[in-house]
């Protein structure tokens, strides 16, 4: 008998689209992870939906708009059968250090068109807010985005990094489908309002760098073995002493992927689906890749069931995790925890 390879769906938000109940973080085709073969990307991208890879995460800022134009001619070829997510609210320049945020209703009027060209679709499936700017009213934010759903040019609502009462705040103003959020058993700092907030209110809860940005992976022990551009490299919990207390970390994670005959990087995904069931809500990770193998071994880790034995040894993990997952957290739902 052949072994069904299709990841099951799940719906995101209360009637919001179908998807697979893994997606695929596009960003590192683009940018951020060092060179990228784009055919070999490309392959990815169609082995992705042949595994039942539905959600199809970009956003303006990856490649100052490329990864959204990298991804229009897959679009094109399969639009009824992809969820396309999308991003706006990181403002960059010609400064490679420049990093601005913009939550104001002219800028979100202007990205969504923006979006929208290089993608070349009529309509975005989830548009998120990609970051939180305090300055300006969220309801005022929130009032705009929900004026592209009445328009037609948007089907749903998500947001990132914002905490469990900035979640209630907008969902007040309008539906929101997903919450986009770093999430792993490197990072849990979500744990602490928003995802009990998105359960309250049926919100999905979509983890980003759900393998600890391939640390997880063990695919690297120290960013001084990145290649030059690794935006990684910058990052306080992949650098010296830190660097070598996290790797010290992973052993129950090998230990465990060794009984169930998986990779490290598929129990690091299988907790994160465990979640679920864990604080009852929709979870679908986007783990992001840019190969067609590491893409099947993703996809498999949606059938590995870990033990209530296995969830004990990796819960203490994330608390003795060295160094903050950014260099500024100031633009993260943690800064801003009550």
Known sequence: MTKNTTIEQAELGKGGPRVGVQGLGCMGMSEFYGDTDEAAARETLDAALAAGVTLFDTADVYGRGRNEEFLAP?????RDGITLATKFAIER????????????????RGAVED???RLGTEVIDLYYMHRRDPAVPFAESVGAMAELVQEGKVRHLGLS????????????????????SEWSLFSRDVERSAVGAAAELGVAFV???????????????DAAELSAGDFRAFQPRFTGDNAKANAALLEPVRQIAQAHGATPAQIALAWVHEQAQVHGLTVVPIPGTRRPSRLAENTAATR???TQAELALLEPIAAQVAGDRYPDMSSTSAAREE
């Open 207 to 221: 983890p980003y760098s759900p393998l600890g940005r391939g640390f997880l992976t063990g695919a690297f022990t």
């Open 93 to 108: 320049t010609d400064d490679p250090q420049y990093r601005g945020i913009r939550n104001d209703r002219a800028y979100i």
């Open 115 to 117: 979006s929208l060209r």
């Open 74 to 78: 897959f679009v094109a070829a399969h």
């Open 161 to 180: 990094e914002v905490t469990g009462a900035e979640l209630r705040e907008a969902y007040a103003v309008h539906p929101i489908a997903a919450l986009q």
């Open 304 to 306: 590995i069931t870990l």
